[in-house]
């Protein structure tokens, strides 16, 4: 089957591949022996097939809920599950990360870094080497399978993490800003090959993104935060079908999406700073 | 046009710089030789040039030195061997909880500031003065600052990999050996070069103090004897083997510099 030719309206059903239910929250102590409270009442059902964006101010707790996806942290109230399981430890079959930070291992080649995830499962060499080859040639990296991760450009490396992802064949895929630290116009690129991949694959994928275009383009739905603690303000279904062109971003439809986004952040963003002013004036 | 303009100045730059250091060298054995001739310095202080020449061509023909880098190197290879496995065993160890580490870690500190030449009379006692006792010493010394720098690998790798680890199911057991313990190589190498040139000072001072074989011995027996031509003979074949040593321990340690491939 080639990439192109699987539409989002074939992979999308109805079946719930994750949810997160029962008001899930996340309280912490921070390092002053305070509870912070980084997340509240969250309830979020994601569907088989369905790429969601995640976007919200900075330090919302759009990282701490993906890692919540991912078993990497575990709520304090509420609970997770995917496809059915719940969720109590991370398990790359279930949720795989793409890391916002270049998290390649740098000891060792790229084909071994793709695979890294199955060897530590047990997998045997040849089979490690198999998936990590297949996975490359995903993403269009094959001739970089013996190369270490120095060599190779910011892009290069986060399409390798995300060949790290695929080739655990994960029921979900968390990409946490993947990105962000790419110039704009590699990443509008890249991201729109990767999406291009994720699609044609059918993956279920959440990603948090600080960039509205990016969660426009690449998303079925849009789930907007609000400052911390975060809770689900808004969520903002796109109806154009996946893959979109970059073309997409100068359409009406994608301006008046951005539109109201762009509000409901400012908004968002505005309540913050008022309660800072109040507490300055307060004190 | 940039990029030759570039290049010539750094080549003169290197060329410069040999000048510099080629003269300095001419310099130095220009005063020798003055201090031997117009200088009228006693050859007891400072031999003739070559007399020395012919001492050191002499030693490269004698078993004698040949026996003394033996025992020498060997007490050095030793010790490095004793240090660096417990070094990095007690650094293992520690790394494991932030109680271990933050006790460990002082103590390290301590046993790494402490003149351990205080404990040589000591060692002496215990283990004598054949191999073992500069065996022991040079290893003493030299386990504190791998032990330390082992630590601080274990503790300072990259928390990003360890995420990583835990977000692709690595168990504890592959946790500790492909990443905490792959991502420490360059610092804990670090510390084992530190080490290396450590047990090799201590070696050759504790043979000079007090021992009956060894180049640091074959130095303190002329040098006591007047024959200061044999000492500075015997002071050129040390730093050869040290250079040699030396060059053998950055070849096989990987390099900081580079990436920890």
């Keep these: ?283 | 046009m940039m990029s030759t303009q570039v290049v010539t100045s750094r080549v003169s730059h290197r060329v410069r710089g040999r000048i510099v250091q080629l003269g300095t060298i001419a310099a130095a054995v220009g005063a020798w030789l003055w201090a031997q001739g117009p200088g009228d310095v006693s050859s007891i202080i400072l031999p003739r040039l070559n007399e020395v020449i012919t001492e050191f061509i002499r030693f490269l023909g004698s078993s004698e030195v040949y026996r003394a880098i033996a025992v020498t190197m060997s007490e050095i290879l030793v010790a490095l061997a004793i240090s660096a496995v417990l070094g990095f065993g007690v650094a293992f160890w520690a790394a494991r909880t932030d109680f271990r580490s933050n006790v460990v870690e002082r103590l390290l500190v301590w046993g790494y500031l402490v003149p351990h030449i205080l404990f040589y009379p000591l060692i002496i006692l215990w283990f004598g003065i054949g191999s073992p006792s500069k065996v022991a010493y040079a290893a003493s010394a030299a386990v504190f600052p791998i032990a330390f720098n082992c630590l601080r690998a274990f503790r300072g790798v990259d928390p990003k990999f360890l995420n990583v680890g835990r977000a692709y199911g690595a168990s504890a057991r592959q946790m500790d050996w492909q990443i905490k313990l792959r991502g420490s190589i360059p610092l804990a190498a670090a510390g084992i070069r530190i080490g290396a040139a450590l047990s090799m000072v201590t070696v050759i001072v504790a043979e000079m103090l007090s021992a009956i074989k060894g180049l640091g011995y074959l130095l303190k027996y002329y040098a006591q004897s007047f024959n200061t031509a044999r000492s500075f003979a015997i002071i050129a074949i040390i730093l050869i083997v040290v250079a040699i040593f030396q060059f053998g321990v950055t070849k096989l340690l990987p390099n900081e510099a580079k990436d920890i491939r």
Aim: hydrophobic residues 40%; contains cysteine.
């Design chain 1, 1 to 283: 089957m080639s990439l192109n030719d699987r539409s989002i309206e074939m992979s999308l059903n109805d079946r719930s591949i994750l949810k997160a239910n029962d008001d899930l929250s996340v309280t912490y102590t921070s390092s002053s022996g305070k509870p912070v409270n980084a997340l509240a009442g969250i309830n979020l059902n994601i569907k088989d097939g369905e790429f969601v964006t995640i976007i919200g101010p900075s330090g919302c707790g759009k990282s701490t809920l993906l890692q919540c996806f991912g078993g990497l942290l575990s709520p304090t109230i509420g609970e997770i599950s995917v496809d059915n399981k719940p969720l109590v430890a991370a398990d790359p079959k279930l949720a795989a990360f793409v890391f916002q930070e270049y998290t390649l291992l740098p000891w060792k080649n790229i084909v071994d870094n793709v695979s890294i995830g199955l060897h530590w499962a047990g997998e045997s060499k040849e089979d490690c080497l198999k998936k990590g080859l297949e996975m490359l040639e995903l993403v269009g990296l094959s001739e970089v399978a013996k190369s270490y991760p120095r060599e190779l450009s910011g892009g290069m490396q986060q399409r390798v993490a995300v060949a790290r992802a695929m080739s655990m064949d994960p029921s979900i895929l968390l990409m946490d800003e993947p990105f962000g630290a790419l110039d704009e116009q590699t990443r509008r690129h890249l991201g729109w090959e990767v999406c291009r991949i994720l699609t044609a694959r059918g993956r279920t994928v959440v990603m948090v993104t600080h960039s509205l275009d990016e969660a426009i383009i690449w998303a079925d739905r849009i789930i907007v935060l609000s400052e911390c603690p975060g809770r689900i303000i808004n969520e903002t279904h796109v109806p154009t079908p996946r893959p979109r062109p970059l073309a997409f971003i100068g359409t009406p439809a994608f301006a008046e999406i951005r539109a109201e986004l762009f509000r409901l952040l400012e908004t968002s963003s505005e309540n913050v700073q008022e309660r800072v002013a109040d507490s300055v004036v307060g004190s």
